[in-house]
T-cell receptor, first 112, second 112 residues
């Protein structure tokens, strides 16, 4: 059973635009919400992560928005660049667990 | 340079053969993980180890085996019992609960 669901499956954005990808989860015990970025043929790398004590976290052009009541969190990529074209995975875990459960991924394509 | 190495990058195997994928880390991390990635399926956890000489099954352990005899090494054996082994295999490590997972570059296994 998928513990986290991502949407949309793929996204095409113009350079300079905003990319928004979403994740939804069910288990309220989850308390760690990272986003990983993966380029073709490479391993994923942590992009940004949030814990439920804050509703938003920003690092450069990347922002996580967290809605605890809706059990959703999203990644916003501001001023999207062609170099941001990648697959983005959200993940969840709870404090008692060293495992991450990953979503199926969102493919983002930024066109010049 | 600290990091995770996986070898080989590409691996071809005949049906019915066992094959072992290598994963080595020099980050001094306690925990190590093996994931399988298929198109559109995200990352699925095969096995993980939180300490030397101990490991646990993930979500799709059938047809796979691991060992953790040294802190820096976590080899994965894909056995002939794995029905559909062709996939991209990723190894990761981290220091502890909910810490960033660092990924290796992956091994692409193809069964001929």
């Amino acid at each position: 059973q998928q513990q986290v669901k991502q949407s949309p499956q793929s996204l095409i954005v113009q350079k300079g635009g905003i990319s928004i990808i979403n994740c939804a989860y069910e288990n309220t015990a989850f308390d760690y919400f990272p986003w990983y970025q993966q380029f073709p043929g490479k391993g994923p790398a942590l992009l940004i992560a949030i814990r439920p004590d804050v509703s938003e976290k920003k690092e450069g052009r990347f922002t996580i928005s967290f809605n605890k009541s809706a059990k959703q969190f999203s990644l916003h990529i501001m001023d999207s660049q062609p170099g941001d074209s990648a697959t983005y995975f959200c993940a969840v875990s709870d404090h008692g667990n060293n495992r991450l459960a990953f979503g199926k991924g969102n493919q983002v394509v930024v066109i010049p | 340079d600290g990091g995770i190495t996986q070898s080989p990058k590409y691996l071809f195997r005949k049906e019915g053969q066992n094959v072992t994928l290598s994963c080595e880390q020099n980050l001094n991390h306690d925990a190590m993980y093996w994931y399988r990635q298929d198109p559109g399926q995200g990352l699925r956890l095969i096995y993980y180890s939180q300490i030397v000489n101990d490991f646990q099954k993930g979500d799709i352990a059938e047809g796979y085996s691991v060992s953790r005899e040294k802190k820096e090494s976590f080899p994965l054996t894909v056995t002939s019992a794995q029905k559909n082994p062709t996939a991209f295999y990723l190894c990761a490590s981290n220091q502890g609960r909910q810490d960033e997972q660092f990924f290796g570059p992956g091994t692409r296994l193809t069964v001929l």
